[in-house]
């Protein structure tokens, strides 16, 4: 979390655009930071597919998007996830994020948000209580 904020980091295939942003201006409506990307395979850079020169830089500006969220959220309705949103999924997973994906209702991702935001607050809550108890 960053400043009490719990961070969500956007994640699956662009040509969901709609969706990203609708999305993340829910989040963003109710209190929760969206990391969103901002290349999205049109305009001056074209379409990145995998063999564009930018497509590992890209992916790795996305990985520190997902460092600095608490979890991400896939969209990619209603497709079944392709290489690149499995491999973030995988790399959110082994950094230990909360993974939430859109086939659930907005609503339902924000309580569950809510809740795993509680559970860091105390786990936070706890770590400096015992560290003032040492």
Not at 26 to 35: I, R
């Amino acid at each position: 979390m960053l400043n009490g904020k719990f961070v969500v980091t956007l994640c699956g295939s662009v040509k969901n655009r709609s969706r990203f942003d609708e999305a993340g201006e829910f989040l963003e409506l109710n209190d929760v930071v969206a990391l969103l990307p901002v290349i999205w395979g049109t305009g001056k850079a074209g379409y990145i597919g995998d063999d564009h020169p930018k497509k590992q830089m890209l992916e790795e500006s996305h990985k520190t998007r997902i460092d600095l969220g608490d979890a991400i959220l896939v969209i990619n309705e209603p497709r079944v996830p392709g290489k690149s949103t499995m491999a973030e999924i995988d790399y959110a997973r082994r950094k230990g994020k909360f993974i939430y994906f859109v086939s659930e209702s907005l609503e339902i991702v924000l309580h569950l948000i809510h809740k795993d935001k509680e559970y860091l607050l105390t786990l936070e809550k706890f770590k400096n209580d015992t560290v003032l108890n040492q």
